[in-house]
């Protein structure tokens, strides 16, 4: 069982449209966790961390529940500029990140 | 501010042969990481320093696969005898300090792509 277990998508969702990932990870001593946008061909880039509190940044809303090991990822008025990997990232502790396999999203007009 | 680069872009290698990758880290940072990304897959973590020191080399697949940085700044990634299974993205990424376990977001370099025929 991978660490950090994610759908793979495709996700295919019309122009303003709200769309929910969803990631579970398996190590309970996991210490932060995190959602990174990878574009096709591109780096990895911080889209933001998760807190159990939940946090939001405009369209983006992130939640953690720790007692389930689930993290989840909101996203409301999808653009198609959003189409992208979304990868669900914990942090174990000491530095390393562990990475879910991605879930792909593609907006369309 | 110039960030993390990494050369080069794309490498071809044949079955067999030492490959050496780079990774030139952004200014200041003292921790470096080396990541491999298959296809359709996210990246996998394979060693970590903090300055000069090789702290986390627990991702490497095997005793083919050697990273340094001997300087505390440039890294260099070498795989020798090199397979098929090795082709894959290799991702470098640096961050302001490790110190204490607490976390400091990583920044990533855009890859060297490996392929090994």
């Known amino acids: 069982r991978k660490e950090v277990e994610q759908d793979p998508g495709p996700f295919n969702v019309p122009e303003g449209a709200t769309v929910a990932f969803n990631c579970t990870y398996s190590?309970?001593?996991?210490?932060?966790f995190f959602w990174y946008r990878q574009d096709c061909r591109k780096e990895p880039k911080l889209l933001m961390s998760v807190y159990s509190s939940g946090n939001e940044d405009g369209r983006f809303t992130a939640q953690l529940n720790r007692a389930s090991q689930y993290i989840s990822l909101l996203i409301r008025d999808s653009k198609l500029s959003d189409s992208a990997t979304y990868l669900c990232?914990?942090?174990?502790?000491?530095?390393?990140?562990?990475f879910g396999t991605g879930t792909r999203l593609l907006v369309s007009p | 501010g110039a960030g993390v680069s990494q050369s080069p872009r794309y490498k071809v290698a044949k079955r067999g042969q030492d490959v050496a990758l780079r990774c030139d880290p952004i200014?200041?940072?003292?921790?470096l990481f080396w990541y491999q990304q298959a296809l359709g897959q996210g990246p996998e973590f394979l060693t970590y320093f903090q300055n000069e020191a090789q702290l986390d080399k627990s991702g490497l697949p095997s005793d083919r696969f050697f990273a340094e940085r001997p300087e505390g700044s440039v890294s260099t990634l070498k795989i020798q005898r090199t397979q098929q299974e090795d082709s894959a993205v290799y991702l470098c990424?640096?961050?302001?300090?490790?110190?204490?376990?607490?976390?400091?977001?990583?920044?990533f370099g855009p890859g060297t792509r490996l392929t090994v025929l």
């Open positions: 990424a640096s961050s302001l300090d490790g110190a204490g376990g607490n976390y400091n977001e990583q920044f």
């Open positions: 990232v914990v942090n174990t502790g000491f530095q390393k990140l562990v």
């Open positions: 200014s200041g940072h003292v921790s």
């Open positions: 190590n309970s001593a996991s210490q932060s």
